[in-house]
């Protein structure tokens, strides 16, 4: 860097200005000189300043050098450590048994893992082993009450994880039991899709169909401790499919649901079956929304149809005493109208709230009712079935824990009509209208556990009637989803 000097630059000024010095008085010659020393310290105070900034900067730019130099070995060294260290991991990972060398992958696999038990104690008028409704062809042992006394009711096993970007896997297991030992069966084991597009989903597997409203949910988010009679009649307990399920979710402000079932229609009111294709098919449709801060509403709409084969059942008796074996083949459709309403003060249903739900069951069925004549021959004839079915309920949550509810069931097998057989011979399907009445008091310390006290008075059996005293706890140990609306 070049600096001018102050005596160069005062020889450049006199040499500038030869007539201004000739003739300038000696004030202004002293003045002038005045001038340029004042210029000349200004410009040597500035040339210090500059001089001593660079040297500052050619300080601090060694100090860098020398650090850098410093991480730079330190640096070297770290990778050396770094180096013998992975050398060592190597080694000892190249040692591990076959145990410590799986993928990562699998031990990051971690399903939800939820048990509910359901345990109940009941005190019955009739026997729980004769149970039957009257008036509509018996499905099974599930349509009945538990036994008498302690029982285990019917506690659940269930897994879920997603298996990927694409799939979520569900399992879940019922603990029954059946004539006094405990039974293990498969309620639920599919497959359903994640992220499909304009609200599709699909399920593949067994699962618990989505018509009607409380087909869908479990034994423990059921607000009273048995199912609806209208269940036990038109589905012996609940309508559960093996198949593929198409759910759809329209994007709109009201929630819309379209789905439909395409399933083997191996149970009730279906029959086994050993032949190609599928033997039931569903459609449903579900429509809700709110009414301001303070309520919520739902409506639905089902169809169930299926074409049972010989589908089993047994009905009077031979002079020995011994059942006779009944069947019948032919197309059974039922409809599905179902609805719940739910309130709760400013939207805050912790302290107290209301929900309303009822159901509309009605089936008819036409085909061939194959009739044993004591055992010793068989008569077929026509025969046609319309029958019908509901339940309505009230369930008030009046403090914090605390729930009061009472349920209403009605079915009306209504007239059937059996051609040319003789209806005294099938005393089962002689009219009758059975009904059921039920008052239950629970109590909820959290969210994981109940307790429950329910009263009812059924009348499922013609001049039977049963006076049922239930105690039941449920609780829920480990990952449990949301139950649903």
Request: glycine share 10%; with cysteine.
């Amino acid at each position: 860097m070049t600096f001018v000097r102050p005596g160069a630059l005062c020889v450049a000024l006199a040499a500038a200005f030869p007539a201004v010095a000739s003739a300038a008085s000696d004030a202004d010659l002293k003045q002038l000189r005045q001038q340029i020393r004042e210029l000349r310290d200004t410009y040597q105070q500035r040339i210090e300043a500059l001089e001593r900034r660079l040297a500052e900067t050619e300080q601090r730019a060694a100090g860098a050098a020398t650090a850098a130099a410093a991480a730079g070995s330190t640096a070297s060294t770290a990778v050396q450590s770094v180096a013998k260290v992975e050398a060592r991991a190597a080694e000892a990972q190249a040692a591990a048994d076959s145990v410590a060398r799986r993928p990562v992958a699998e031990s990051a696999f971690n399903p939800s893992i939820s048990l509910i038990i359901d345990s109940k104690f009941t005190r019955f008028q009739r026997d729980p082993g004769a149970y039957r409704i009257d008036g509509f062809i018996p499905s099974g042992g599930e349509v009945g009450p538990p036994r008498k006394g302690f029982s285990l009711g019917e506690s659940e096993l269930a897994f879920s994880a997603n298996v990927d970007h694409l799939f979520r896997a569900n399992a879940r297991f019922a603990l029954a039991e059946d004539d006094g030992a405990g039974v293990v069966e498969v309620e639920e084991v599919n497959v359903e899709t994640l992220g499909l597009s304009s609200g599709l989903k699909v399920k593949a597997g067994r699962f618990l169909s989505g018509v009607g409203y409380l087909n869908q949910q479990h034994p423990h988010e059921w607000d009273f401790a048995d199912a609806p009679l209208a269940y036990k009649a038109f589905f012996g307990y609940r309508l559960q499919n093996d198949g593929v399920q198409l759910r759809w979710v329209a994007p709109t402000d009201l929630l819309l649901e379209l789905g439909t079932e395409v399933a083997s229609g191996q149970k009730f009111p279906g029959a086994e079956r050993n032949r190609n294709g599928a033997g039931l098919w569903t459609a449903f449709a579900h429509l809700g929304g709110d009414i301001g801060t303070e309520s919520a509403w739902q409506v639905g709409l089902s169809h169930v149809r299926t074409n049972p084969r010989e589908r089993g059942f047994e009905d009077g008796a031979d002079a020995a005493g011994t059942a006779l074996a009944h069947s019948f083949s032919g197309r059974s459709q039922t409809w599905i109208a179902d609805f719940v309403y739910k309130w709760a003060p400013n939207g805050n249903s912790s302290v107290t709230n209301l929900k309303v739900q009822g159901e509309y069951f009605q089936r008819r069925e036409s085909g061939d009712l194959n009739y044993d004549i004591g055992g010793l021959a068989e008569a077929s004839s026509a025969a046609r079935f319309r029958q019908s079915g509901s339940y309505l309920q009230a369930v008030y949550q009046f403090m914090p824990r605390w729930r009061v509810g009472v349920r209403g069931d009605w079915l009306d097998s209504g007239t059937a009509n059996l051609g040319s057989l003789d209806p005294a011979g099938l005393p089962l399907l002689a009219g009758y209208n059975a009904s059921r009445q039920s008052a239950m008091l629970d109590w909820s310390p959290s969210e994981f556990s109940r307790l429950r006290l329910q009263l009812a008075r059924d009348k499922s059996r013609r001049d039977e009637p049963d006076n049922q005293v239930w105690l039941q706890y449920i609780m829920s140990l480990g990952a449990h989803g949301a139950h649903k609306f």
